[in-house]
DNA sequence: GCCAACGTTGGC
DNA sequence: GCCAACGTTGGC
């Protein structure tokens, strides 16, 4: 049997790489790299190829969640942490023993209305993300069908009224 | 700019 | 293996 489609919710400031930069991509689709956290580097290595990701700008007024996109590649080590003119260098991490992992994923198409932190906070039905959970910081996290389908609905009756 | 939360590092 | 120090995230 196939897996079920997994869903999953990441993390940018926009003003280092925003929903619209991945969207002017010529391929739509960027390197995921990085992610030099233990626990978002393990759920990375979980993505699957199609798997449906919620597009999500932090460190802006007000945070939301901007698009969706998808997984096209599954992890494979991210090359940034051995590259001297990256921004986030690990020496730790060598092409023989990587450390760090990276996706690809490519935009799908931007919320009809962006669904913002706090709307996800007044959502009951979204209480148990982890995004609206006390000292949860992780940049990439898993997240239910049933929370992903709640916030396309919130985005779409919002471009509604 | 502040600061709570919490992951990571390193001394012991 | 403990834990203090330190760095980072990210909302406010």
């Not at 049997?1 to 619209?20: G, N």
């Not at 689709?29 to 699957?48: D, I, P, S, Y």
């Not at 597009?55 to 901007?66: G, K, L, M, V």
Request: with cysteine.
């Amino acid at each position: 049997m196939k897996d079920a489609m997994k869903h999953w919710l990441v993390k940018s400031e926009p003003d280092v790489y925003s929903f619209d930069d991945l969207m002017k991509d010529s391929k739509r689709t960027t390197k995921w790299h990085g992610v030099r956290n233990f626990q978002a580097r393990n759920l990375l290595r979980e993505m699957k190829k199609g798997d449906a990701v919620l597009f999500y700008h932090s460190s802006c007024e007000p945070p939301h969640a901007a698009g969706i996109a998808r997984v096209v590649r599954e992890a494979y080590p991210d090359d940034s942490a051995w590259d001297p003119k990256s921004d986030y260098p690990d020496a730790a991490s060598t092409p023989e023993n990587p450390r760090w992992y990276m996706v690809d994923v490519q935009g799908e198409k931007a919320l009809p209305a962006p669904v913002t932190l706090a709307e996800i906070r007044d959502n009951p039905k979204l209480a148990a993300m982890k995004l609206v959970q006390k000292g949860q910081r992780l940049s990439v996290q898993p997240v239910t069908a049933a929370e992903y389908a709640e916030v396309l609905r919130m985005a779409e009756k919002k471009a509604k009224s």
